[in-house]
């Protein structure tokens, strides 16, 4: 394969930490083909995974993170990466493909940035849950269920302290998110608790208002199968 097909692109960005100029892999807007979406938001894509490039890296002082936030990190915050993220960073080569085990390593990275610099829970409850996915692609349950623990972990905590939006999601959408992850992590009964909250509210996206009946009626299902096993 080339090294940028007609599928990838680069684009320069600039370091919001350290101010380095670098250039990123982006995925053209054509080649972003959906096969399939799953209920917890998690999409796939005919042939290349976008996920894989969302990750962005200054290999100068190892700032990393989610290109939509890549940008936004506060004073603060990248006072803590040159503190400790940039003396222990060791420069890597950029690739020019990026397959799945290497994009697990990119948002490994990004997680470690947001866990020192003290980021929002949101923002680390949406990592994991890309974390989660990529294990999800490459088939490995039990990687995938250690991070979406830990991302509905982050989400409830972002739930009770956070403003909406959380990274582009309303209320209702981050509440159904969480009854969905209970739901993937074997809560049932929390699942159906927070469901029922998701439909009680008015006004939600229709989209939302959709997955969350259709997830209870099929919840309910479950729970009524579990109590006719028990009972016998
Ligand atoms: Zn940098």
Redesign the pocket.
Known sequence: MSSLDDKLYEKSVE?P??G?QFKVLAVKRKAYIVESRDTDFCVTYKDINPLFYDVWI?Q??G?AAQKSTFSKITYKRSELIKKHITPRWVAKESPSVIESEAAVNRYKLALINAQISKAKSSEVAGICLKIAWLYRFMGKEEDELHFLKHSLDKYLEAFSSERFPLENMDEATVMYLIAELHRRVGNLEESARWLNKVISLKGIPDRISKLAREQWQSLRETLKEEKAANMI
Request: hydrophobic share 25%; with cysteine.
């Open positions: 370091c930490v350290c380095n200054c100068l002082c700032y």
